[in-house]
């Protein structure tokens, strides 16, 4: 017989061996290993929190959307200047989106790519909509999908490959998101316009193993920064 674990102690042996666990809130029993058994178990949680500058909740605070096998992320996704909600699920491609009031938006319950993949947020056309983007690590290919769902301009392009980090930011300031890929065996950094071409500091190498590369405009020109941060000091 499986023995009822607690929730907390099912979802931690569920994580670390290949037992099989029963868990007081799925229904049966669950004959998966690892990461699975726990995301079955915790699938009803997903819970939302948030503040605003005066300390007050916001409107979607104390909701329920999602659960441990989701991803979140915050972004403009229907431009209102508004900050949403999107969760993106890995182990089937599966987006979904809030927005303010609580209703979808436009591409919710959308699959669209998978457990290879790494999912960004980003304005790759400039319309100040946030557009999805997918990186497939062990090949370098890249997706990306506008508002509408179509698909941008270089959308299936090859880029990069195993061992980088795939990022997104305005590089060069004309409104529309760029690539950029941080290599952390040696430190390189490259990165891809909108257009095709490269940045004034592609190839470059800053940083190396040990570092975790950032971006952000650190001086407010419009154009995005590269950031280091080690937290070692060898
Ligand atoms: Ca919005
Ligand atoms: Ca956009
Ligand atoms: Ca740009």
Redesign the pocket.
Known sequence: MFKRFPRYLAVTIGLTSSVLVYADNVGTAIDRTGRQAANAILTPAGNWGCRITDGNACEWDATKWGGIEFRPFMADVDGDSISDRVLYRATDGTWGCRLRNGASCNWDSQKWGGIEYTPLLG?????????RVLYWASTGWWGCK??SSALCNWDGQYWGGPGYTAMLTDVNGDGKADRVLYRQSDGEWSCMLTGGGTCSWNGQKWGGPGYLPLLGDVNHDGKADRIVYKNANS
């Open positions: 304005d790759v056309n400039g319309d100040q909509i946030a557009d506008v508002n």
